[in-house]
């Protein structure tokens, strides 16, 4: 089945509790939360206390993308939320051996771990990482701003990472991030993508949050 995961980042920050209250009677499961420093990527976004906040009025799963030069750092500020799954850039980590203890610590803390890659990062270097990694998020736009259109080259690493998870008897999920709608969503799932991060589709869909939700859950797995 799949995941979709709309974006927070999308929302109606002046109805930010209404749009959670929308989220939360919709059939999506996940609920993408996006950490933005101002350096790592040309933007700036949430931090924990927000979280906090979003943590009192929903229950459901809470996938958390850090786009941060200092991922180790950052997994410390968020001690007192509640977070599903962090994903970190491996761009950000300084070499391979930070790269895995960052890794350990989220898993330390009682977190399922990803890792995301910028568009320009060859897929294969995420090889050292996949057999302990819990999620890969492949990134369909440059990391930084909603709205983006969706880059359709990208579709190649999910199918690299498919065949690898097969491979090698592994289960991450394959994540993909920007600018998915139901025909990029359709695509994406032909490529053996799991899990849909859908933002401005979903908060700012012309019809409504549910039907966009469910068009994409609409969109079956072959593999």
Known sequence: MIIVSPSLLSANFLNLEKDIETFNESKAQWLHYDVMDGNFVPNLSFGPQILQQVNTITDKFIDVHIMVVNPLETIDYFDKCRIDILTFHYEAAKDLQQCHAIIDKIHSKGMKAGISLKPKTPVELLKPFLHKVDMVLIMSVEPGFGGQKFMPEMLEKCDFLHN???????????????????ETG?????????????????????????TAVDALLSLEKED
């Open 164 to 182: 690898f998870r097969v491979e090698n008897n592994l289960n991450y999920i394959i994540q993909i991030d920007g600018g998915i709608n139901y």
């Open 186 to 210: 359709k695509k994406a799932v032909e490529h053996h993508c799991d899990c849909l991060v859908a933002g401005s589709y979903c908060f700012n869909n012309p019809v409504c949050f549910n």
